[in-house]
């Protein structure tokens, strides 16, 4: 059964950089017809989607955090990861990793983890 | 961005009701919708996906369809474990997203 798992630095202060990792097991990231993905949901319950990345390391960004994201991914770690820069209080939420099917579809999510953005 | 419209926002039901739970796509979006079910403190698990196709292992009480824009979500008879949040996805157009949630409660 495969499981992701996001991990990270613990709580980011404005204007640093948020760091997370998600760590694939029981399945290869390698996989063809698979999208890697990060999603977020802020403390109001709202879920935004923030961007995915396929096996080849082609990305599709939220256009709202374009401009501050890097998604990138590590075959050899069976990992991927997120970086998203300049961050606000606007970007506390909890943010979760996900495999995509090539539908679009997340069949499988991390457990989640809680950013907290704060002086 | 695709917006979507879910409603009701909130909803009380007894075990055994049936319940529709109903997003409105703002553009054709062919199909590409999925409905999620959130318990507190977990990850979202997907129930429905390609607006009618049951995800394995779901029971088949969950059934979803599609009218143009419009996508329903019914749980034909609820069981206990039914009362969570319930979210719709588009999928069809990045960047994917989400209808603002259903809370399924007990009456």
């Known amino acids: 059964q495969m499981q992701l798992q996001e991990s990270g630095p613990g709580p980011v202060k404005p204007s640093q950089t948020l760091s997370l990792t998600c760590s694939v097991s029981g399945g290869s990231i390698s996989s063809g017809g698979f999208y890697w993905s990060w999603i977020r949901q802020f403390p109001g319950m709202g879920l935004e989607w923030i961007g995915y990345i396929y096996q080849n390391g082609n990305t599709y960004y939220n256009p709202s955090l374009k401009s501050r994201l890097n998604i990138t991914i590590d075959r050899s770690e069976n990992q991927f990861s997120l970086k998203l820069s300049s961050v606000t209080a606007a970007d506390t939420a909890m943010y979760y990793c996900?495999?995509?099917?090539?539908?679009?579809?997340?069949?499988?999510w991390g457990q989640g983890i809680l950013v907290t953005v704060s002086s | 961005d695709i917006q979507m419209t879910q409603s009701p926002s909130s909803l009380s039901a007894s075990v055994g009701d049936r319940v529709t739970i109903t997003c409105r796509a703002s553009q054709p979006i062919s199909g590409y919708l999925s409905w999620y079910q959130q318990k507190p403190g977990k990850a979202p698990k997907l129930l429905i996906y390609?607006?009618?196709s049951l995800h394995s292992g779901v029971p088949s009480r969950f059934s979803g369809s599609e009218s143009g824009t419009d996508f329903t979500l019914t749980i034909s008879s609820l069981e206990p474990g039914d009362f969570a949040t319930y979210f719709c996805?588009?999928?069809?157009?990045?960047?994917?997203?989400f209808g603002q949630g259903t809370k399924l409660e007990i009456k």
């Open positions: 996900a495999r995509d099917t090539r539908g679009g579809y997340s069949d499988f």
């Open positions: 996805q588009q999928s069809y157009n990045t960047p994917h997203t």
């Open positions: 390609a607006a009618s």
